[in-house]
């Protein structure tokens, strides 16, 4: 008889792991969305998602958490505060573009295409998604090799593509 294929070495299969993961992400994001926090709502939310996490927690990942699943979501998480203000400063730009009296020299709009260094699916993903929440760029589209092409209104907005949110999507999934 043959023996069935071994799973990947990047796959650690836990009994555990996929439950705490799935139930911690879901009470966290009860407790954002929710709002109450007192012990009865906290108890319907600790049921609920305990429910949840017990009936779903294989559907997120099926084949046991994936090798590194903490480091690279601390990296994330890492990653998120200078995210928030990447957008905030292009909310400004963006503003200041809109507000110029002679807002027509200043746009220049404009398709880039690049090459991303980065080999995950998950970080080209977050890649291409940090790009499109900066406003005054959009990504219009993403290959599997990592040709990125970006819409950016203006050159200002262009010039730091890849650049740092690049190397810190890499260090943030740990492909430095």
């Not at 998604?129 to 092409?149: A, C, Q, R, W």
Request: hydrophobic share 45%; with cysteine; glycine share 8%.
């Amino acid at each position: 008889m043959i023996e069935p294929a071994s799973r990947e070495s990047s796959q650690v299969k836990t009994k555990w792991g996929p439950f705490v993961v799935t139930f911690l992400t879901s009470f966290g994001l009860w407790l954002i969305l929710s709002g109450k926090f007192d012990y009865f709502h906290m108890g319907l939310g600790l049921i609920s998602c305990a429910l949840v996490s017990i009936f779903s927690g294989d559907l997120l990942f099926p084949g046991g958490l994936p090798e590194g699943f903490l480091a690279k979501a601390v990296g994330f998480i890492a990653y998120l505060p200078w995210l928030l203000y990447q957008i905030f400063l292009a909310n400004l730009h963006v503003l200041y573009l809109s507000l110029h009296p002679k807002m027509l020299e200043k746009i220049n709009p404009q398709v880039i295409r690049f090459q991303s260094r980065l080999k995950s699916d998950i970080s080209m993903v977050t890649f291409a998604n940090s790009i499109t929440l900066t406003p005054g760029t959009i990504t219009l589209s993403v290959s599997v090799d990592g040709d990125f092409k970006v819409h950016a209104i203006d050159d200002k907005s262009a010039e730091g593509l890849p650049g740092e949110m690049e190397q810190r999507v890499a260090r943030a999934f740990r492909e430095d």
